[in-house]
């Protein structure tokens, strides 16, 4: 089993191991005196694990309660949030028991927020079965929901008791979504750590899962480093937001709808590098997100894109921060006005 621990004010483990998912019980009933626990799980995952968490649970001495949502990030929203609040009151759930988030990023950030709000807050657990989750989504304490006006518009910091990190999990992963959290792996590698860079460019879909033992504990423990000294995302956390500034603009461009997240922050990486970057990495980054099947660029006029970049709701005033990764393996963090920002665009610096 890796062990990775989290330094944040409130800190926790990440435990990654094959089958961990068969002893979540035990492990919980060491970590967490709760009672009952409620399995938060969506309707693609649900009938592949509940079963053997809840069974584990069980074992382990606790009640357990399952409340199942349909799949993707339309249900990620305040409508799903009241159903669960009205569950737990239900089910008389009480600040002593845990919450169990069993899936992938969004039922992570619902979950987690639903967590970090009812009763002001109970305990809650992370079992991320998606390779976006495992790697991204499940550590850091991010939780949100999305509103109509945009994506994690409501949210809160607000750490798990324990991540449980199974990577068995991700056999039953179908292709689309392994594609989507490669987006996130390619991202560490650029953002903290060169070799993984070069490791990620010497294989590709077909073989990257015989690495899954290394590179998820490796993109974990960089994800680790960077909220241990930012938790709030004050300063170097923004780091994690590489390729996010133009992908979040792609995602709004294609309305949500036809584009995975992973394939937006793809695009997002490379048109960053291509503009502000330096053109040797461009190409680099360019062959790592195509080795994957990721979207280097994307068919979109890029002042379509910049006017989505300007209504970016992260911005601060009238700048907003973007990351650069020059060299690959070091990321810096820049702010500009928006009009500073677009120029960046008026050049080609790689043809
Ligand atoms: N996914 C970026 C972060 O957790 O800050």
């Not at 001495?61 to 009241?82: C, I, W, Y």
Request: proline share 4%; net charge negative; aromatic share 8%.
């Amino acid at each position: 089993m890796k062990r990775i621990h989290v330094p944040t004010n409130d800190a926790y483990d990440v435990l990654v191991e094959r089958g961990i998912l068969r002893r979540c019980g035990e492990i919980l009933s060491d970590l967490i005196g709760s009672s009952t626990c409620v399995i938060i799980s969506d309707d693609n995952v649900a009938p592949l694990y509940s079963s053997t968490a809840a069974q584990s649970l069980q074992a382990a001495g606790f009640r357990t309660e399952q409340f199942v949502f349909p799949h993707g990030e339309q249900s990620k929203n305040a409508d799903t949030l009241m159903k669960i609040y009205t569950f737990l009151c239900e089910k008389e759930i009480t600040r002593g028991d845990c919450l169990v988030a069993l899936g992938g990023g969004v039922v992570g950030d619902l979950t987690g927020y639903a967590a970090a709000t009812y009763l002001r807050g109970i305990h809650y657990v992370q079992i991320p079965t998606s390779l976006l989750a495992q790697v991204d989504s499940s550590v850091g304490g991010k939780t949100a929901i999305d509103l109509p006006e945009g994506k994690n518009l409501v949210g809160a910091f607000y750490q798990p008791d324990v991540v449980l990190c199974d990577p068995d999990t991700l056999s039953t992963l179908p292709q689309e979504f392994l594609i989507d959290g490669m987006g996130e792996v390619i991202k560490y590698g650029m953002i903290a750590d060169a070799e993984l860079f070069e490791t990620l460019c010497g294989l590709d879909l077909q073989t990257i899962p015989q690495h899954f033992d290394d590179i998820i504990p490796t993109c974990i423990g960089i994800k680790r480093d960077v909220v241990g000294k930012d938790e709030k995302e004050s300063g170097l956390r923004m780091i994690l937001n590489f390729g996010h500034t133009l992908g979040h603009a792609i995602e709004a461009y294609y309305h949500y709808e036809g584009i995975t997240h992973g394939c937006a922050v793809a695009a997002g990486m490379c048109l960053i590098t291509r503009y502000c970057g330096n053109a040797e990495d461009w190409k680099r980054l360019c062959g790592c997100v195509e080795r994957y099947g990721l979207p280097s660029d994307v068919p979109v006029p890029l002042n379509e894109l910049l006017t989505f970049c300007g209504h970016d709701k992260k911005r601060s005033g009238n700048d907003l921060h973007y990351v650069v990764c020059d060299p690959i393996g070091q990321a810096k963090i820049r702010r500009d006005t928006i009009s500073g920002f677009q120029k960046h665009f008026e050049r080609t610096v790689c043809e």
